[in-house]
Structure formats: C-alpha cells, structure tokens
C-alpha cells in the first residue's frame, strides 16, 4: 500500500501565504479592475543593485566560453562569497566566524525548514508565538508534533510573545526544551531583542545543552545602534547556536536566491550515549547529498553586495524600504493603531484590537490592500496585522489614503 506521510494530514491549512493568495485572487476575479496594493508577503519590489547587476552580467560572460565556465561549484559554496561574507558580516564586526563555517544555499527559507533533519525526533521544540510558519510546519512534516488543537501542535513549546515581554520571549518559559527558533529583528512582529535578551538565550542553552537556531534574515534592517545583528555577539553563543542568513531582504534577492547557514566547528548534538557529535560535519553531509549548491550566478552577485558600490546601493534600497513603514506607521499611530516594528524592520504589527482576519478581508474589500493576518503566525498572532513595507513609494502613499479613508 502506497502510505502517504500522515503528519502532512496533521498540518490544519494551506501555507499562509498560499490562503492569503487565494483570496486575493478570489477578490481579483470579482473586481478585475481594482488596483490591489500588496503588503502581504515579504517580497521585494526594487530592483537589483546596479553593482550586483554588473557582477551578474559578468557571470553570464564567464559561463559562455570554455575557459571561464563554471559548473558544479563547491558544495559549501564558493571561497570568494564565504570569504566576503566572514569578512564583512562577523571579522569587521569583531564576530569570530571562519569562512569555512559558512554553508552558502539558495536562501534562509530551505535552511531554515531543512536544519530539523540533524535532530532525533524526540527534541523538545521551542517556538515563538506568533512565528514564521516555516520553523513549525518542517517540524509538524517530520513527526514531531502531535495533532493541532485549538491553533497549537501538541508537542512543540509555545512562547507567547506580546506586548507584555516587548515580543520577546523569557528562556525561562523554554525550560525543559533542547531546540528554541529566535528571529531577530522579528518576522512577523518587526520586534528586535536587545543585546542583553539574547545573552541571556545564550546563556541559558549553554546551561541547558540546548541549540539556538538563529534567524537573522532582517538583520540588515536594523539602525539602531548596540541592537546585535547576529547571536555571535554573544559571549558563547558559538558553542550553543547556528545562524541563518538571508538576502533575500538584504540586497533583492527574493528570485535571484542565495544566502547562507553558519554552523561554528565544535557546536555538537548528542548520541544516544551522551557523547558528543559535531553538527558541521552532518550539516556538510546533508547538503551534499541534498543540494548541489547555489548558482555560480547567484554568488556573484551576492559576492558584489560586499563591494563598496554594492554595500551603498543596498543600503539605500533597505534605507527607503524603511522610510515606506516610516510612514505607514505614523499615519497608523495618528489613526489611533498601537504599531510595534519598523524601524529595525521591514515590518509593522499592528494591534487591529479585533479579529485578525476580518480586519485583513476588510482592508481587501474596501481598500484593495493586501496585509498579512496575525493569527496566521499562531494563537499570539489574534488581534494583530502585519505590514509589509516592501512597495513603491507611490503604492504606499496610495494605501495609506486608502487605509486613512475606510479606518
Ligand atoms: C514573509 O513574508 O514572511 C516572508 O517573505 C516569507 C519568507 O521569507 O519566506
């Protein structure tokens, strides 16, 4: 008999962002000339930098003549674009990471999903509440969760964040646990945790043999200075954490797809015994016998953010991005919303004080504008929308009149 895998059965809904599609294109086909303004998914709108443009170009010319073709690359990635990323991301910030810690992949998401393979499935989980839906259903796939009652999976740890803990969670509400997810600058709260709150994480897996998975997608959206872009700001967090990378946000990437997974030497899980085993070696096993790497294309032009002209460029593309939920969010707070995020993210969590999906079809319907639903992240997520200020200057100044003139 063919048995499909039952823990797909458990998993209650489409992927979020597959419902919230649904529906707009079911509001598109009943109004097929209202222009519908997205602030749902996380997708970039600008394009490439013009310095990732030009490297790109160039990898093209290499890949047309025999002396300079590329096929297969190295499966961690190539040296130029893990050296560039040591250097720029951990070495100048006094971060010790070696580039041969660095996996390069085609993005943060399928790191993210695919990092639960190295663990037995009897690890206690630990997730934030609301969450990237990504860290929970890979876990559901696995078996590692019992049925889904009242939102939440039996089996996996829930730590509410809200406004209460500034959406950031205690570890002690983890205790117990040997795997917790942390994503900071937070998706989808926009919220960002101090350099103190994730010490004390590091702190606390080092004490309790538990592994930190580390999302630090949105990274490069933070301005706030002493605000940590990666968990290896903290004393130990070597010892106790892997992290993911992403630039998908950070230069445009969302189609181009590259980032990468850094698994420090020495971090180690444990056998049945107890004894130690070494995550960087079954890491390296699972991607290369999984993955063939991403393009020689995408990492050339991933390779040229890390240039001057490339680090400005993006920097500017993230700087208006920011500017957008600027200006979301002040027209939100002067309508009387509680707005948490922006800033340090591309996202607003906005307090909708009501049900999340009402206010998501009411903003669809009478707006033409497109959020996410807070509790499509989880339980937490009820009373709450996020905002995307991934758009056009034009298309957010028009969905803030249009948000202005229906709330
Ligand atoms: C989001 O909107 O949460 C993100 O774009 C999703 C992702 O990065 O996979």
Redesign the pocket.
């Known amino acids: 008999m063919l048995h499909v895998n039952e823990n797909y059965s458990k998993i209650q809904a489409s992927y979020l962002?597959t419902e919230i599609a649904h529906r707009v294109a079911d509001h598109h086909a009943a109004h097929p000339d209202a222009k519908i303004i997205r602030l749902?998914?996380?997708?970039v709108t600008e394009p490439l930098a013009p310095a990732v443009v030009a490297a790109m170009h160039r990898a093209v010319d290499d890949e047309a003549a025999r002396e300079t073709f590329h096929g297969y690359g190295p499966e961690q990635g190539y040296a130029f674009l893990r050296e560039a990323a040591a250097k720029a991301d951990f070495a100048d910030r006094g971060i010790d990471i070696a580039a041969d810690e660095i996996f390069v992949s085609d993005g943060?998401?399928c790191d993210c999903g695919n990092i639960q393979e190295l663990f037995g499935n009897d690890v206690r989980i630990a997730v934030g509440d609301p969450v990237?839906p990504?860290y929970v259903d890979t876990n559901v796939m696995a078996g590692r969760t019992g049925a889904n009652a009242g939102g939440r999976y039996e089996g996996l740890r829930y730590l509410t964040c809200d406004a209460s803990n500034g959406f950031v969670p205690s570890p002690k509400a983890a205790e117990g646990c040997d795997v917790v997810y942390l994503c900071y600058p937070n998706?989808?709260t926009g919220a960002v945790a101090t350099k103190e709150q994730l010490q004390e994480w590091v702190d606390w897996a080092n004490g309790s043999k538990a592994l930190i998975l580390f999302d630090a997608?949105y990274e490069a959206f933070i301005r706030t200075p002493g605000v940590p872009h990666s968990i290896y700001e903290c004393e130990g967090a070597r010892k106790c954490a892997i992290e993911f990378r992403?630039y998908?946000?950070t230069a445009g990437f969302?189609g181009v797809r590259c980032g990468y997974t850094v698994v420090p030497r020495g971090l180690v899980a444990y056998a049945a015994d107890g004894s130690p085993v070494e995550l960087r070696p079954l890491w390296t096993r699972r991607q290369t016998t999984k993955f063939n790497g991403a393009s020689y294309l995408s990492q050339r032009g991933a390779e040229a953010i890390y240039t001057p002209e490339g680090r400005a460029q993006t920097k500017a593309a993230i700087d208006f991005y920011l500017e957008n939920g600027r200006l979301m969010k002040e027209a939100l707070a002067a309508l009387g919303y509680t707005v948490t995020g922006g800033g340090d993210s591309p996202y607003l969590w906005v307090d909708v004080k009501g049900d999340s999906w009402e206010f998501f079809d009411r903003l669809l319907k009478e707006a033409n504008v497109v959020t996410?639903p807070g509790a499509g992240f989880g339980r937490a997520g009820e009373g709450y929308i996020r905002i995307?200020s991934f758009n056009s200057r034009e298309n957010v100044l028009e969905a803030v009149k249009r948000m202005k003139g229906i709330l």
């Open positions: 962002f749902g998914i996380g997708d943060a998401k990237y990504v998706n989808p997608a992403s998908s946000k969302t996410t995307s």
